[in-house]
C-alpha cells in the first residue's frame, strides 16, 4: 500500500529536531516500523522528522566508568564494534539475531527503544545491562533508568517533545558474564521469547525478558533464586520465571506454551553465563 502525502523534515542537530516537533509530527530513526505503519494508515502524522543523520545521536564510545551509545546507532554498527564485543558481548551477540542484514543496517538502538514493541530484543539487554536512557526536549535532558522506562504495551517513560539522544551503562567489572537467549518468530525475527542474563562476579545475577508480557521487565523473582549456582538453584530459578505476570497470547504461543519457552530460555541464559 502506498503511503499518504506528509512533509518531511532532515534536522542536523538536535535542537533542530526538537524546534520541529509539534503535535503533528513523528521522529524517524531506522523507520522499519513506523513506515509500515505509515502504509497500514496505523499511523497518520501530518510531518516526519528523520533523525538518524544527526551526528549528536551517533557512535559507541567510553565515558569514564560509562558506556555511551547514541540513540541513532545502528544494530550492524552495535555488533560491529570492538568496544562492545569487549564489555557488552550480549549486545553484539544480541543485535546479529535482529532482523536481516537489512533490518541491521538501517535500524537503530533509540528507534527500538522507543517504540517499545514487546516482542523487540532491545528492551531486555537494556535492562539487563543497568542502562539509563538519557532524554532531551526544549526545557533540558533527565535520565531514566532501563528498569522503569518500558511501562506497557508500546508504551515508554518518554513525554511529548523528547528525544531519546543516548543509553548509558556502567562498565561490567572484569570477570562479568552475559548472554541473550532468544526464541525466533521465523519470518519477523521478533523474540516469542527473549531472556537477557547478567552474572556479576559476586554472584548476583540481573535478568530481564522481552516478549513474554505486554512490555519487557526484570525478573527479581528469578535473580533472587539463582543462589550459588548451583545445578538445582538454576531450575528452581528458572521455575519462578515471570512469577505473578500476566502473559501474552497470540498466534504464535498460548499463554501456557510462552509460559514454558521462558522457563526454557530462562535456564538456557543461566547455564549459559554459570560456567
Known amino acids: 500500500m502506498i503511503s499518504y502525502a506528509f512533509d518531511y523534515a532532515r534536522p ?3 535542537e533542530d529536531a526538537l524546534a520541529q516537533l509539534d503535535d503533528d509530527a513523528k521522529l524517524l530513526a531506522g523507520g522499519h516500523s513506523l513506515i509500515p505503519a505509515l502504509k497500514l494508515r496505523l499511523s497518520a502524522p501530518a ?3 528523520d533523525i538518524a543523520r544527526i551526528p549528536a545521536l551517533k557512535g559507541i564510545r567510553q565515558d569514564g566508568n560509562e558506556l555511551v551509545i547514541g540513540a541513532a546507532t545502528t544494530h550492524k554498527e552495535i555488533l560491529s564494534s570492538d568496544l562492545i564485543k569487549e564489555h557488552l558481548p550480549m549486545f553484539a551477540e544480541g543485535a546479529a539475531l535482529i ?3 537489512m533490518i541491521r543496517y538501517k535500524g ?3 528507534g527500538s527503544i522507543a517504540h517499545a514493541d514487546p516482542s523487540a530484543d532491545w528492551p531486555a539487554m537494556v535492562i539487563a545491562a ?3 536512557v538519557v532524554v532531551q526536549s526544549k526545557s533540558g535532558t533527565r535520565s531514566i533508568a ?3 522506562f518500558f511501562t506497557g504495551f508500546y508504551m ?5 517533545g523528547e528525544i531519546i539522544t543516548e543509553i548509558r551503562f556502567p562498565v561490567p567489572a572484569e570477570g562479568t558474564r552475559m548472554t541473550y537467549q532468544k526464541f525466533t518468530q521465523p519470518a519477523s525475527r521478533f523474540a516469542i521469547v527473549g531472556c537477557a542474563a547478567v552474572r556479576k562476579p559476586d554472584g548476583s545475577a540481573r535478568v530481564a525478558f522481552t516478549g513474554v508480557s505486554d512490555a519487557a521487565f526484570r525478573d527479581t523473582g528469578v535473580e533472587e533464586a539463582v543462589g550459588d549456582w548451583s545445578t538445582a538453584a538454576i531450575e528452581a530459578a528458572a521455575a519462578k520465571t515471570a512469577e505473578g505476570m500476566e502473559l501474552n497470547v497470540d498466534h504464535f504461543a498460548s499463554e501456557a506454551y510462552r509460559h514454558h519457552l521462558a522457563r526454557v530460555y530462562c535456564k538456557r541464559a543461566l547455564v549459559a553465563i554459570s560456567e
Open 12 to 14: 542536523t542537530t538536535v
Open 47 to 49: 510531518k516526519l522528522v
Open 99 to 101: 532482523g536481516d542484514p
Open 108 to 110: 537503530t538502538i533509540g
Open 130 to 132: 543497568e542502562g539509563t
Open 146 to 148: 532501563a528498569d522503569d
Open 156 to 160: 515508554t517513560a518518554l513525554e511529548e
